[in-house]
């Protein structure tokens, strides 16, 4: 498995529209890539897509295999992802409590979903974590 992005004939729509319009790309190991374009082109659907925030429009033909998995748990992916970004992950991040948002970070989520779990070592780190906060 040398690709770990592997995408064939994407489509993917955002509200009505089709941004993404019959997309392959194959990412290998190791390769570098920078996508550019003028705003709303899509590159950041485009990374939504390869993250699995977004999910392609069901056709035949398309194919989204991430580190060589077709599905994936995406609380797993998340974990192996670094993504750096300037949008907000979601409406509920604005109404999450301080300890609760550190604890996310064990998920990369936007929020405590249900079918987390905080376990006691996390707990221990958060409060490390909260305590030296406290002190900056
Ligand atoms: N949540 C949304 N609902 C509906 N349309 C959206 C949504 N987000 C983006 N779009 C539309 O999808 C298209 C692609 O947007 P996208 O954010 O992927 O572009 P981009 O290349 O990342 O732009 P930028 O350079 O401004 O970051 C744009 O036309 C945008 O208006
Ligand atoms: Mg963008």
């Given at each position: 498995?040398?690709?770990?992005?592997?995408?064939?004939?994407?489509?993917?729509?955002?509200?009505?529209?089709?941004?993404?319009?019959?997309?392959?790309?194959?990412?290998?190991?190791?390769?570098?890539?920078?996508?550019?374009?003028?705003?709303?082109?899509?590159?950041?659907?485009?990374?939504?897509?390869?993250?699995?925030?977004?999910?392609?429009?069901?056709?035949?033909?398309?194919?989204?295999?991430?580190?060589?998995?077709?599905?994936?748990?995406?609380?797993?992916?998340?974990?192996?992802?670094?993504?750096?970004?300037?949008?907000?992950?979601?409406?509920?991040?604005?109404?999450?409590?301080?300890?609760?948002?550190?604890?996310?970070?064990?998920?990369?989520?936007?929020?405590?979903?249900?079918?987390?779990?905080?376990?006691?070592?996390?707990?221990?780190?958060?409060?490390?974590?909260?305590?030296?906060?406290?002190?900056v």
């Amino acid at each position: 498995m040398d690709s770990i992005v592997e995408l064939d004939h994407v489509h993917v729509a955002r509200g009505e529209r089709l941004v993404l319009h019959d997309l392959s790309l194959q990412i290998a190991r190791g390769e570098h890539l920078a996508i550019l374009g003028p705003n709303g082109c899509g590159k950041s659907t485009l990374l939504k897509a390869i993250t699995c925030e977004l999910y392609p429009l069901v056709r035949p033909e398309t194919k989204v295999r991430i580190m060589g998995r077709e599905r994936w748990d995406l609380t797993q992916l998340k974990r192996r992802m670094g993504v750096v970004s300037a949008e907000l992950p979601g409406k509920q991040t604005l109404s999450i409590t301080g300890f609760d948002a550190i604890l996310t970070g064990f998920f990369s989520s936007s929020i405590l979903w249900p079918n987390l779990t905080v376990t006691h070592p996390m707990r221990e780190r958060k409060r490390f974590w909260s305590r030296l906060m406290d002190k900056v």
